[in-house]
């Protein structure tokens, strides 16, 4: 089905490792989103593109970076993966006025 | 800083009562949102409102937006335990699309 899908869906790292996660939306959506789940604290956004070839900082940049690097997809990188990264990470897609369209996530966990 | 509070963060019931969950900020939004998420799975647009005082209604959930768009609240009459779940409001500041997102209600209903 049409939708934002999310790779890999679960992932184990060591301190100072790098990754990337990837995102992929099939509804040529112009926006796209990387927000981090953790408990008590609801969605927090990392990073955001408005549009392609455009990406900004979120409430939460530090330690990841970003590449929007077509109007598909969109992907987040850890450099030095830290324990405070153990995390869900949400990629999602917008272009009409309201309403994101969220992947199914990835959880990441950092030893 | 959280921007949004949402109330209560958790809450269990038994099948057929009613229940009320509030979002509130001291900003105003262009529009607010609310999500339902299930365990493993990312977030899923219930509504959207936009206009001040708006009332929408969706089966036995009621969304309301406040006057002057700063709160919202979200009422279940009764309650389905298929209503169990993790309940996000997500207000929305800008035309980026960016979204600022409460703590979470998680609803347990049961049978």
């Known amino acids: 089905n049409a939708g934002v899908t999310q790779t890999p869906k679960f992932q184990v790292l060591k301190t100072g490792q790098s990754m990337t996660l990837q995102c992929a939306q099939d509804?040529?959506?112009?926006?796209m989103y990387w927000y981090r789940q953790d408990p008590g604290m609801g969605l927090r956004l990392i990073y955001y593109s408005a549009s392609e070839g455009t990406t900004d900082k979120g409430e939460v940049p530090n330690g990841y970076n970003v590449s929007r690097l077509n109007k598909r997809e969109f992907s987040l990188r850890l450099e030095s993966a830290a324990p405070s990264q153990t995390s869900v990470y949400f990629c999602?897609?917008?272009?009409?006025?309201?309403?994101?369209?969220f992947g199914s996530g990835t959880r990441l966990t950092v030893v | 800083t959280q921007l949004l509070e949402q109330s209560p963060q958790f809450l269990s019931i038994q099948e057929g009562e009613n229940l009320t969950v509030y979002c509130n900020s001291s900003?105003?939004?262009?529009?607010l949102q609310w999500y339902r998420q299930e365990p493993g799975e990312g977030p899923v647009l219930l509504v959207t409102v936009v206009t001040g005082g708006e009332v929408k209604k969706l089966k036995r959930l009621t969304f309301q937006f406040g006057d002057a768009r700063k709160d919202s609240s979200l009422h279940i009459t009764a309650a389905q335990p298929g209503d169990t779940g993790l309940y996000l409001c997500?207000?929305?500041?800008?035309?980026?699309?960016?979204?600022?997102f409460g703590q979470g209600t998680t609803l347990q209903v049961k049978p």
């Open positions: 997500a207000g929305a500041k800008s035309n980026t699309g960016k979204l600022i």
């Open positions: 900003s105003v939004f262009s529009s």
């Open positions: 509804m040529n959506h112009n926006s």
């Open positions: 999602a897609s917008k272009d009409s006025p309201y309403g994101y369209t």
